[in-house]
């Protein structure tokens, strides 16, 4: 018997999902990254759908409050102050001066992504900072 594969948008969903979890487990007593506030969110630094390569970059990718990921649109300035301040000014740069190119993401780095955050959000959120998934 052929067993029917999941379509890519139902796996990137549920990566997406997963890798989410972990940066609010790994940020929650951070605060949010913008103003400090708590973490509801993880918000993207670079858009996940403009910059598909970053979707699940750690570094790009960090715990918001609902108001400056949804109401500020990210609250970018202070993202970038708050990003600086975490990882240090030439991490910052190196991140802005990528290619980021958009990716189509295969269904196998998919299945690492699930299955490593699944793991990494069992840990309690506890992982390395500022690596990408890929």
Same mark, same amino acid.
């Given at each position: 018997?052929?067993?029917?594969?999941?379509?890519?948008? #139902? $796996?990137?969903?549920?990566? &997406?999902?997963? *890798?989410?979890?972990?940066?609010?487990?790994?940020?929650?007593?951070?605060?949010?990254?913008?103003?400090? /506030?708590?973490?509801?969110?993880? /918000?993207? !630094?670079?858009?996940?759908?403009?910059?598909?390569?970053?979707? *699940?970059? =750690?570094?790009? @990718?960090?715990?918001?409050?609902?108001?400056?990921?949804? !109401?500020?649109?990210?609250? $970018?300035?202070?993202?970038? &102050?708050?990003? @600086?301040?975490? !990882?240090? =000014? &030439?991490? @910052?740069? $190196?991140?802005?001066?990528? $290619?980021?190119?958009?990716? #189509?993401?295969?269904? @196998?780095?998919?299945?690492?992504?699930?299955?490593? !955050?699944?793991? #990494?959000?069992?840990?309690?959120?506890? /992982?390395?900072?500022?690596?990408?998934?890929?």
């Amino acid at each position: 018997m052929n067993k029917k594969l999941t379509p890519l948008p #139902k $796996l990137i969903a549920k990566a &997406q999902m997963l *890798f989410n979890a972990f940066i609010r487990e790994r940020d929650k007593d951070k605060g949010c990254i913008s103003c400090g /506030g708590s973490v509801d969110h993880a /918000g993207h !630094y670079y858009s996940a759908g403009h910059h598909t390569s970053l979707r *699940f970059n =750690e570094m790009n @990718v960090n715990g918001q409050c609902i108001k400056c990921n949804t !109401y500020m649109h990210g609250n $970018l300035i202070n993202y970038r &102050q708050g990003l @600086v301040k975490r !990882y240090g =000014e &030439q991490k @910052v740069i $190196l991140l802005e001066s990528g $290619l980021h190119k958009a990716s #189509k993401w295969s269904r @196998v780095e998919l299945d690492v992504i699930i299955s490593s !955050y699944g793991k #990494k959000k069992d840990n309690n959120g506890k /992982g390395s900072h500022g690596n990408s998934a890929t």
